[in-house]
């Protein structure tokens, strides 16, 4: 529920505040609009829960892999021979909304300000859509995961309007900006506090619904506004290194710190740790309570941020590994050849490539001329040349009449294909792993590696 204070705030709000004129949709707001791409916001979001902000991004990581289970399917009978596939894992890092102007919060709580003027909401709150006055996106989004309140800029930057999620309407009238426009927004997640820095590098805070009070002049320039999980303190990062902090309920200036290594060019808050970045893109952990750095492990146990904002749309970073799938047409094929002189087995791959192997231990090697290449053909996938046999590929498993094959080719992931064996039979010998050669030599074992792909966090 909404606090006391606030409710009374936004009657202040609405019976003081003079509602300006709307501000004008102009060219400018077309051009940006030109090549953005937007996302229909499917039925199980109309609630608007960080629930179903999860739900959807596992609905897209269906779409786009397939999971490690489905590798283990045969085809259809009478197709295995006509295709194959390559697969590679990757880190699963779907787009979960475009055309983003500005976007605020984390997975437990997001609010994401499109082109078109509406703020898709993800919350405990049943409300999942806003519109701003006057269409266009919002050059900055204020919200604190848990946050019955949501402040946003218009697009010029230079008035507040808040939003109740709760009744899923904004509030009438706005938080006109003197200093316009707004160069960065926080909201706590109590919905009580707001704090901006304005286009003058003024640091302004105070109630959600205003008034705003200038409480200092930042010197250099502003890196990060955000408060503390307490909700207690607004943190603005300077370039310098330099840590402002405002303690709200008492309203007062505390100590600032100062981070070593700057200058940076980047910050970011995650629970009560700062991380700096500098611009050769290494990092500094700076710990609010110990006032001091602190190693990255050690940051990364606080409230890490896994949603970010990259070529205009939102990425999920889910910390799980999917496998992204290719498909083939027709059979998987390798031409091998044996120089006697060299003592090197060439190998016309799956991926096109030639690649050169020693006969002596099997390994990979870097290929060489010879005048003396044999075409050598296999017999049950096995290559015989003098007392040595080779393997290019390892048996995965057996389902019925259908057997799965595998081989692993460096970054290009592994390629599987079946082949209809006519008698039935069910093997599995090392289930959910896929097998990795170093040495091609038939009896030398692959190693098996796990297909660990974890839940979305």
């Not at 202040?12 to 400018?28: F, R």
């Not at 405990?124 to 701003?132: A, Q, T």
């Not at 003197?178 to 926080?186: C, L, S």
């Not at 093997?427 to 074992?445: F, Q, Y």
Request: proline share 5%; aromatic share 8%.
């Amino acid at each position: 529920m909404i606090s006391k204070n606030f409710k009374a705030g936004l009657m202040v709000l609405a019976l003081v505040v003079v509602t300006a004129g709307m501000p004008v949709q102009g060219d400018a707001a077309s051009k940006e609009r030109v090549g953005q791409s937007y996302i229909d916001v499917p039925s199980q979001l109309r609630k608007g829960t960080t629930k179903s902000l999860k739900g959807y991004v596992s609905q897209l990581l269906s779409k786009k892999y397939v999971s490690a289970k489905k590798l283990y399917d045969p085809p259809f009978e009478g197709i295995e021979d006509k295709l194959y596939i390559s697969v590679k894992r990757e880190k699963a890092m779907p787009i979960i909304a475009g055309g983003v102007a500005s976007y605020a919060g984390n997975e437990e709580g997001l609010a994401a300000a499109l082109y078109d003027g509406t703020v898709r909401i993800w919350s405990r709150y049943k409300c999942r859509k806003v519109r701003l006055p006057g269409g266009g996106g919002a050059l900055h989004t204020g919200y604190g995961p848990g946050s019955p309140a949501l402040a946003a800029t218009g697009r010029d930057g230079d008035r507040i309007y808040v939003f109740n999620l709760e009744e899923c309407s904004r509030i009438p009238g706005e938080i006109p900006v003197e200093h316009g426009p707004v160069k960065m927004m926080a909201l706590s997640g109590t919905g009580e506090w707001l704090g901006i820095i304005d286009n003058f590098n003024g640091l302004l805070c105070g109630p959600v619904s205003g008034p705003l009070q200038e409480i200092s002049i930042l010197e250099g320039t502003p890196l990060s506004l955000g408060y503390t999980p307490g909700q207690g303190v607004l943190v603005a990062v300077e370039a310098s290194g330099r840590i402002i902090k405002q303690g709200m309920k008492n309203n007062t200036r505390m100590d600032s710190d100062d981070v070593p290594g700057g200058p940076f060019v980047d910050a970011r808050m995650a629970g009560y740790v700062v991380c700096l970045t500098r611009d050769n893109g290494s990092e500094v952990y700076w710990d609010l309570r110990k006032r001091a750095t602190v190693k990255k492990s050690e940051a990364l146990e606080q409230e890490p941020a896994w949603i970010y904002k990259r070529n205009g749309g939102l990425v999920y970073s889910t910390g799980v590994d999917r496998w992204k799938i290719t498909e083939h047409l027709g059979m998987p094929m390798f031409i091998v050849s044996y120089s006697a002189a060299e003592k090197l087995l060439r190998v016309r791959d799956l991926d096109r490539e030639t690649r050169y192997y020693s006969v002596l231990d099997g390994k990979e090697i870097a290929g060489t001329e010879a005048d003396d290449w044999k075409l050598i053909s296999p017999s049950k996938g096995v290559y015989k040349v003098g007392k040595k046999f080779f393997r290019l590929y390892d048996l995965v498993c057996q389902k019925g009449t259908m057997r799965l094959y595998g081989r692993h080719i460096g970054d290009k992931g592994f390629y599987l294909w079946w082949e209809n064996m006519g008698s039935v039979a069910r093997m599995n010998p090392h289930p959910m792993e896929l097998p990795i050669r170093e040495s091609i030599l038939a009896d030398s074992p692959a190693l098996w590696v796990p297909l660990i792909e974890g839940e979305v966090r």
